[in-house]
């Protein structure tokens, strides 16, 4: 039975896949704005917004910590905590994804991944 496993995969193992989420993350929270496919996007919101809501209970160090072991980068947790503070009013649903036209070279379907608080002040 295929209980319990709802991840996507991603045509990667586990160490290249949570790699390829840390870097989709990190570009994310650096930009606020992404284009990927659309697995990509979906799967990286399921990263992503359980992060942001740990960001916004409580500012710590244990907390900073925790974001850092799931993070690449110490300024990327700056971003993250930016970020948190932004949407401290917003219950859930951080991100918002816009589908785009198919990628030309393979017809892959591509999808615009923004934060929703950071790319509203844009």
């Known amino acids: 039975m295929k209980h319990?496993?709802?991840?996507?995969?991603l045509s990667r193992?586990?160490?290249d896949?949570?790699?390829?989420?840390?870097?989709?993350a990190s570009g994310l929270l650096t930009h606020g704005s992404i284009?990927?496919?659309e697995a990509k996007g979906k799967e990286l919101?399921?990263?992503?917004?359980?992060?942001?809501t740990r960001a916004k209970r409580e500012e710590s160090l244990h907390?900073?910590?925790?974001?850092?072991?799931?993070?690449?980068h110490?300024?990327?947790?700056?971003?993250?905590l930016e970020v948190a503070k932004a949407a401290a009013k917003r219950p859930g649903g951080y991100?918002?994804?816009?589908?785009?036209?198919a990628r030309r070279g393979d017809g892959a379907s591509e999808v615009r991944v923004d934060i929703i608080d950071v790319a509203d002040k844009k």
Not at 17 to 24: D, I
Not at 74 to 80: A, H, I, R, S, Y
């Open 95 to 101: 991100m918002r994804l816009t589908k785009l036209p």
């Open 74 to 80: 110490k300024g990327d947790v700056t971003n993250l």
């Open 13 to 15: 193992v586990t160490a």
């Open 17 to 24: 896949r949570k790699q390829l989420l840390q870097n989709l």
């Open 4 to 9: 319990r496993h709802g991840n996507r995969i």
């Open 35 to 37: 284009v990927t496919s």
């Open 45 to 52: 919101r399921r990263f992503l917004e359980p992060l942001i």
């Open 63 to 72: 907390v900073r910590r925790q974001l850092l072991a799931s993070l690449l």
